[in-house]
């Protein structure tokens, strides 16, 4: 299994924006798809984001489509999810998430790694 932390959240104002980094160790990056998700305060995890091995296939959820935009870096074993726009219901804490079901998956039991979650909180 991948050991997964995340970076990069913070406070921002709503219209501002953000990228959340993770960086991955302990087992080949490129034999999982990756994830994000987000948990509000009081709320279940949902999934927000998700990119094959390659890069070359991406999935969002209807809500930050066009304005996220979720990214890998093989070479470096990181993934990215730029978020732009953002919105005051963006509030959560975002985790970092792989998957071995190829090609591509979205369904939250299909991730087996998860890092620790950064929290990110936009203010109106």
């Known amino acids: 299994q991948l050991q997964l932390v995340e970076s990069g959240g913070g406070l921002v104002q709503a219209g501002g924006s953000l990228k959340l980094s993770c960086v991955a160790s302990g087992d080949r990056f490129d034999n999982y798809v990756l994830g994000w998700f987000r948990q509000a305060s009081g709320e279940d995890r949902h999934f927000v984001a998700a990119?094959?091995?390659?890069?070359?296939?991406?999935y969002y959820t209807d809500s930050v489509r066009g304005r996220f935009t979720i990214s890998r870096d093989n070479a470096k074993s990181t993934m990215s999810l730029q978020m732009n726009s953002l919105k005051p219901d963006d509030t959560a804490v975002y985790y970092c998430?792989?998957?071995?079901?190829?090609?591509?998956?979205?369904?939250?039991?299909?991730?087996?790694?998860w890092g620790r979650g950064t929290q990110v909180t936009v203010s109106s």
């Open positions: 998430a792989a998957s071995r079901r190829l090609p591509i998956t979205t369904n939250i039991s299909d991730f087996g790694s």
């Open positions: 990119i094959n091995w390659i890069g070359a296939s991406t």
